[in-house]
């Protein structure tokens, strides 16, 4: 078959982040090319431009495609030939730069995919959303937890009913590296992530509450109708929240909750979820993540596993897995899932096809809104106590 079918070519690719000494677009790079449909072809790797051009030889950037900054990488692109120009750029830099990399791309005519949280606030999200449509540009953002095989198992398991009706769900995200002020020794990962001007308004809400709130909407479909939420700063001196507690109320009556933190001992990247229907109830965790267990009173727990070979695994489980089972798949093919479904969008775009902006498998700007909405509502509901208020977006899918 060929690649990427009727375009039959490679997408090209462009990062922005990545550069020595940074974390996820390293994984960005590699997912995006795990299935043979895309290169990286160009890069404004830093926000230091010396350092942007000496990172690209780690990626096999070409010098003439090093970028200095954003603005050089979307002009140059621009101004080259349609069979050589980038098909679309990456986000992995700290949140505050989200927007304006974003809406220049866009404006760049550029597919996006952007990491999480979306934008530094609501507004610029909303704004990004408008420029979407506008632009008739593909989407994505890196909630990467939606792309585990067991995941979307579970998501079409749910929606088809086989758990019932959901009545609860419970979604941690629990980690422990900012138990001490690591901000404060220089660690450039926890000096961004707890500074307001960089981060946003939240701190550990923003890093990954909100990986753990989508999970629960992708998994559960459930609509939320309103949130209590609060948080707290453990660590003395920090300003952003290390930890935090949300109770979330559906539409349909059900009940949520999300927990994170960032400060429990010895805890890595425990994003755990449980979610109970009226004939069964299922757990997952994404440091076991090709297990899931299925309960039923009365019945032996079923223990699930990533197989794309057996008969318990549905169309939206087989289709995320690569491997054949007990070959453990985990963060990076998850990742290189939300790569694949954009990539289909981003081929039908570039062949004339119509494709959806918010009604896909991979999460959208319109999921981005919806993480951007949750943590200003939970940092205006801790602000007041706790006190309960609206949490459904206009914007937000299903
Ligand atoms: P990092 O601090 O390790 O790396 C950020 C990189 O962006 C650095 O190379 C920096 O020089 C570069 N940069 C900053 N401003 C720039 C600009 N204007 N132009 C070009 N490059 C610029 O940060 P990390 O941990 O990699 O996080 C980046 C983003 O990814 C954050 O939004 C974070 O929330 C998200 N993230 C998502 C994860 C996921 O699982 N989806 C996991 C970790 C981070």
């Known amino acids: ?13 462009a990062l922005v982040g ?79 730069t989200h927007f304006p990399i974003a809406k220049a791309a866009l404006e760049g005519g550029f597919n996006v995919v952007c990491d999480k949280p979306m934008t530094l606030d609501l507004k610029q999200a909303e704004e990004l959303l408008e420029l979407v449509k ?21 998501r079409q398991m749910i929606l088809e009913g086989e758990l019932g009706e959901i009545q609860a769900v419970r979604s941690n995200y629990i980690q422990g590296w900012l138990r001490s002020r ?16 960089k981060s946003g ?34 660590e003395p001196g920090r300003q952003l929240d290390d930890y935090g507690h949300a109770v979330i109320r559906f539409q349909n009556g059900a009940l949520g909750t999300v927990t994170a933190s960032q400060i429990s001992h010895g805890r890595e990247n425990d994003l755990f979820i449980e979610v109970d229907g009226t004939k ?38 087989r289709a995320a897995c690569r491997l054949p089972s007990g070959h453990p798949e985990a963060f990076f093919e998850a990742f290189a899932n939300i790569y ?29 809104v919806d993480g951007m909405h949750f943590i200003q509502q939970c940092v205006a509901s801790s602000q007041q106590n706790g006190a309960w208020l609206s949490l459904k977006h206009p914007a937000a899918r299903r």
């Open 1 to 13: 078959m060929a690649t990427n079918g009727k375009l039959n070519r490679k997408l090209r690719m």
């Open 134 to 154: 506008k632009s008739g540009c593909v989407f994505a953002v890196t909630h990467n937890y939606t792309g585990y095989p067991l995941v979307r198992q579970a």
């Open 280 to 317: 069964g109830a299922l757990s997952w965790r994404q440091e076991e993540p090709n297990v899931m267990i299925v309960r039923r009173n009365g019945h032996p727990h079923a223990m699930y596993t990533r197989d794309p070979n057996a008969p318990h695994m549905n169309d939206a489980g």
């Open 340 to 368: 694949r479904g954009a990539y289909d969008d981003i081929v039908k775009r570039a062949t004339g096809e119509a494709f959806s902006a918010t009604e896909t498998v991979y999460p959208n700007v319109a999921d981005g």
């Open 182 to 197: 690591l901000e404060a020794e220089g660690q450039k990962q926890a000096a961004w992530r707890t500074d307001p001007g």
């Open 18 to 96: 990545g550069g020595q000494g940074s974390f996820i677009g390293r994984v960005h790079a590699t997912a995006a090319v795990l299935d043979n449909r895309a290169a990286l072809v160009a890069g404004a790797l830093s926000s230091d431009p010396a350092k942007a051009k000496a990172s690209a030889p780690d990626y096999d950037i070409p010098a003439d495609r090093a970028y200095g900054s954003v603005t050089e990488l979307i002009a140059a692109e621009k101004a080259l030939p349609a069979d050589k120009r980038i098909d679309f750029v990456t986000v992995a830099t700290p949140n505050h």
């Open 201 to 234: 308004a939240a701190g550990c809400f923003g890093d990954i509450a909100t990986h753990a709130y989508n999970l629960a909407r992708f998994m559960t479909g459930l609509i939320p109708a309103e949130i209590s939420c609060n948080l707290k700063i453990f």
